[in-house]
């Protein structure tokens, strides 16, 4: 009797803790997701990434160039889009607000399935409702709106209208996931919060880029098995005096890989390259000629870029 009881005590204590943890995540985090409006009907949650008033949200959830957002003290702030992409389902508002609470960004890539996570949105309009969950699955998932897969976050938190564009937590209260959409009736979908950051630095003009101008091409079967890789990059003209000039890239080149990662369009190129610092070194995987060759490149910036 003394063990059972001695069980059921730690038992206790445990879930004690715990609840005091998650309602602690809860509290922390509510300032920072926003309520966003568009038009007459158009409810979704957004986060607040900067302190000078950059929200991430849904592309889905914004329904023209600009928006109202809800504080958490209320306020109701103008925002302007500032950068939207249909295809990953993100968007980066401006808020008309200054030194607002910022969200903690966790180590995205670092998630593990069942990890313990939270979702907090405004499902049918009500504010700040958090459910709970595990990450059920990790990696690329394919997607109607979508041309390549794409790295994704599936969990089995609670989602409805109005969560799309709220965070998805860790443990420790860090955002992992921007929550996007349900997916086979079920399981939610996050974006990954380094693949936010890689749309923002694009949206705001970081971009490193070759210097190519490209066309997405099906490979021929006999290549497919050697390559590892059924699409790639044709490589139609090169800048001269770019990065990927220097590199010794040239017309007729495909392009399959950059730093490791696959790349069957041009969409899925952009975000290869802003995963890197524009100084960065890197090798691009390419084919040229029947045979699979190397070629190390170093960035630079294309300015003014403010969209994917």
Known sequence: MALVS???LLAGALAAQLDTALAAIAARVQPSVVLV????AGLGAGIVWRADGIVLTNHHVLGSRSATVVLDDDRQVAATVIARD??????????????????????????RVGELVLAVGHPWGQRGT?????????GAIEVAWRRSPAEYLRSDVQLAPGNSGGPLLDAQGRVIGINAMIFGGDLSVAIPAHIAEQFLRIAEGRRPVLG?????????????????????LLVLNVQAASPAARAGLAPG??????????????????YALARHAPAARIELRVLRGGQLRTATVTFATQPGEAAA
Do not use: F, K, N, Y
């Not at 459910?131 to 699955?137: D, E, N, P, R, W």
């Not at 021929?220 to 059924?230: F, G, I, L, S």
């Open 130 to 138: 958090v459910t709970l969950g595990i990450i059920s699955a990790l």
């Open 86 to 111: 249909p295809v990953l389902d993100l968007a980066a508002l401006q808020v008309d607000a200054a030194a607002l609470p910022v969200a903690q960004i966790g180590p995205s890539e670092q998630a």
């Open 6 to 8: 001695s069980t059921s």
């Open 37 to 40: 409006r568009t038009g007459q």
């Open 212 to 232: 190519v101008g490209v066309q997405a091409v099906e490979l021929p079967p006999a290549w497919q098995v050697p390559t590892r890789r059924t699409r790639g």
């Open 253 to 270: 080149d495909v392009l399959l890989e950059v730093a490791g990662h696959p790349v069957g369009d041009g969409h899925a190129l952009v």
